[in-house]
């Protein structure tokens, strides 16, 4: 390992970065590799050479990263119509209150949801999990109109509460657009 | 007159031979095309080992638009992992046998496609069914990757360039919160469509990426003589799956670390879970703290991985000729009592420093752990040994948090780690008797594996174009040949030597570009130890270049380059220094704006700590230059040229350099001043001193230099002795050079 050492830039593979073909020349007994890349060859015959690979791989980048990126940008402006406030959570004992605002961004269309509230591990767990309900009024949002959501979360264990309690949680089970 | 006429007596503790060498440890960069492949096979692995983590924290999101329980959760993380490992084998099995560069092309395709269909779930099912696929991917990466870097980078680099890689897995961790913001923000399919994009961009690189023939860097590393981008067959290329895993693990040294990184892991593969119960049970920690306190660890691993790699191959230079094998051996070693004291600790910042420094030795033992895995398996099973060592760790992995889980149940969780510790120095026993005991044995077998099959590839070939009717000699064994000796099997510009004198600067295939344009074209070169060596040539054709390259200011796109014994690729300037080598380039090569003194000081850099030897050189090469001597305090740039180039040549000189390099000492100066700088060359020479002289004027050129090279479009030849040669032919020969 002490001898002098070998230099940078190793040569390219004649052949090999343009092809899935076996890079080795020599014939190989028939196992389930070789005897897959023969049914393939066989299958797709004169169409499967490198211009093709290149162009379906090409095609594959292009087309993945295309909508990749516009599914993403459609995620991002594409926000759900309750939009669910940061809980607030009151503790006493083993028992949590969380209460979080819902607000209706649709310009016309009103809401009943179905709201909830959880206690989470650090694995994004239940701990615990409980409905949460209007805390004044109806729970008829009306279009731009907001609501406060309050659900109490028992039944955690000292355990659970001093160990894996990593945060709380409230979301939205059901929009429930109202008759 | 600028120098004292008897030079050569007064300059004798200048002597190379008498010049004391420092010990110090040579390090590398990365030259040529080697830094871009490592740079993208790091950012791939970064890229998956975020991925793997990245649905545990879109949980809530999941829960929330599917009303997942909590069980369908641990399917889809565990089906998950059970598609990685199920699809880590074949992977291995194809990286030995087909274009490597185009499996992580096509897997990593692939994987971004299988995100984008995972985004784009309307159910359970559909988010299982692309987590399995994904699972499937995921290892197109690991075992392709390593067979990759292997033959990509020098082996006397490998436990450096594995290090580097393995920090795509710390960088990947890193980026788990990012993940968690996205999904925050934008939901968790649009954090599943852009994860996907980068997919697609290090796929598109990957593509481009060359395929290095397999096993040309043990080649390389034993200096075998051949068309470096020949395919050479080997019989592992055609053996059934079945039979290569047989002989994998007939290979002592790498089942012996394949036996400690299970036994390992099943210490280390529950510390990520339990370790914030740990910190949140016995240090009354919350759990935001913990988890930050595990994060802060993962500093220690990453200069773990970092210092271990260079560690490893600089002992290995060094002549410890195992030391990947024992680094990794007693990094884990060391880790085990460091975590058994970090966690009996109720100090808890003395537990996290103890933790860190844990997590550095134990995660310090992967880099020359995965090197020498590399070192012991042929060239045409890396891949599938690769595959076979990451299932047997994920398998263990898997079963370690269970393992703590049971334990504490049974007793507490800190019994838990006093059980499980000991495991790290048990996997570190492993490595330093059995894998210690056949690594050196397995590597030399598969070097001398590689040796033969070449040797079979040459007789083939010398076959071959016998018929042809050509009878050109090959060497035995397929060993490149002396250089210097008469029958070498290829044309080199080397002058003549005894055939059992070393080249002290030996240059093969040396190519060298500026950006686009290439200068120099496949420079061979000899130089004898001894004696002054004239490079002429007209301008433009690439002295200079040659001259930056040996003395490290330039480096190479491909080619070799040794001084003695000693590899210099990679290596700085100025180590390269130390070893006793010394550029004294063209013009004023000195600091206009420093005295004289300082810059004579800079020369002395080599010996900077021992003050009284600079003293005495400086006091010696002051006896060479006494003109220099009435102005050690005066601005060098206020000199004339000619105590100018004294004092670049007098910096020069301080080293006691075996190999000095003199770029154009003439230009500019009146020949007087350069008839006297010349006769310094001579005494120089005299005291056994190599000088490579580079010379546009052939006159200056015959009149100091023993032989004589030839350089015309960056491409080399070997005139011979200097005074066999015709002064007005060689202008006439540079002439037509110019047209």
Known sequence: MNSPGPASGPPVERGAADTLQPVAPTPSPPDLL?????????????????????????????????????????????????????????????????????????????????????????????????????????????????????????????????????????????????? | MLVTPATTERISSLTPTLTPRPKFHVTRKLVGVAKWPLVLLTAVYTINVSDQFLLSSMFPLLKREFGLSDTALGILSGSYLISVTLGTVPFGALADRYSRTRIIAWGTAAWGVTMIFTGLASGFVMLLLGRMV?????????????????????????????????????TGFF????????????????????????????????????????????????????????????????????????VILRCRSYTASLVSSAVGSLFFGGIGVWTPTFLIRYHDLDIAEATTALSVVAVGGLVGVLTAGNLADFLTHSGYTSAR????????????????????????????????????????????????????????????????????????????????????????LRTAYMVLIPLAAVAGLILMTFALAGYRRDEQAVQEMVRREHALHLAGLTAATQVAGNTGSLPAEGRRPDPTADDAGKPEAGIEAAEDDEP????????????????????????????????????????????????????AQSGRMFFRDQDLVGIPPEQRAKLGITLMAAGQSMFGSLSVRDNLWFGAYPFAGSQDL???????????????????????????????????????????PELLLIDELSLGLAPTVTAELLKVVEDIAGLGTTILLVEQSIGVALSVADTVFFMDRGQLSALGPAAALDADELAHRLLESHE
């Open chain 1, 34 to 179: 070789e005897a897959s890349a023969r049914l393939a060859a066989r299958l797709l015959g004169p169409w499967w050479n490198y211009r093709t690979r290149r162009l379906l791989f090409g095609a594959v980048i292009t087309a993945g990263f295309v909508v990749g990126l516009v599914l993403g940008l459609i995620q991002v402006y594409d926000r759900p119509v309750l939009d669910v406030g940061e809980p607030r959570v009151r503790v006493e004992g083993l028992t949590a209150t969380v209460q979080v605002t819902v607000r209706n961004t649709s310009e016309d269309v009103a809401y009943c949801p179905a709201v909830g509230v959880a206690a989470l591990d650090r694995d994004g767990l239940d701990l615990a999990k409980a409905p949460a309900f209007v805390d004044l009024g109806d729970a008829r949002l009306a279009p731009k109109a907001s609501a406060n959501f309050v659900g109490v979360l028992a039944g955690i264990s000292q355990q659970d509460f001093d160990e894996q309690l990593s945060e709380y949680s409230a979301f939205v089970e059901q929009e429930n657009p109202c008759p």
């Open chain 2, 134 to 170: 994904l699972g499937l991917w995921d290892p197109c990466d690991n075992p392709t990757s390593q067979s990759l870097l292997a033959d990509y980078y020098p082996v006397n680099q490998r436990s450096k360039v594995m290090g580097i890689y393995q920090m795509g897995q710390l």
């Open chain 2, 175 to 246: 980026l788990l919160p990012i993940g968690g913001l996205m999904g925050e923000a934008w939901g968790w399919r649009a954090t599943f469509f852009f994860f996907a994009l980068p997919a697609f961009v290090v796929a598109l690189l990957s593509w481009r990426l060359p395929e290095p023939v397999r096993g040309v860097q043990e080649r390389r590393h034993q200096r075998l003589e051949s068309d470096e981008s020949a395919v050479i067959p080997s019989r592992y290329q055609s053996i059934p799956v079945t039979e290569a895993y047989r």
């Open chain 2, 325 to 412: 094998i024992g680094v990794a051996g007693v990094a884990r070693l060391i880790s085990a009592p460091l975590f058994i004291a970090a966690f009996l600790v109720g100090y808890t910042p003395l537990m996290l420093v103890l933790l860190s420094f844990g997590a550095l030795f134990l995660v310090a033992a992967i880099p020359p752990l995965n090197a020498a895995r590399v070192d012991v398996l042929h060239p045409d099973l890396r891949g599938r040994g690769t595959s076979l060592d990451a299932v047997t760790q994920s398998l263990a992995s898997a079963a370690s948090p269970v393992i703590y889980g049971m334990i504490a149940d049974a007793s507490d």
């Open chain 2, 504 to 555: 002290l600067l030996h240059i093969e295939e040396l190519d060298f570009s500026y950006g686009p344009i290439q200068v120099l074209f496949g420079v061979d070169m000899a130089l004898p130890q001894g004696g002054c060596h004239a490079l002429v040539g007209r301008n433009g054709v690439g002295k200079t270049t040659l001259l930056a390259n040996i003395g490290g200011l330039l480096h």
């Open chain 2, 614 to 656: 600079v003293k005495e050189r400086l006091e010696e090469v002051l006896d060479v230059f006494p003109a220099l001597g009435r102005r050690l305090e005066q601005r060098a740039g206020t000199l004339s040229g000619g105590e100018q180039q004294m004092v670049a040549l007098g910096r020069a000189l301080v080293a006691g």
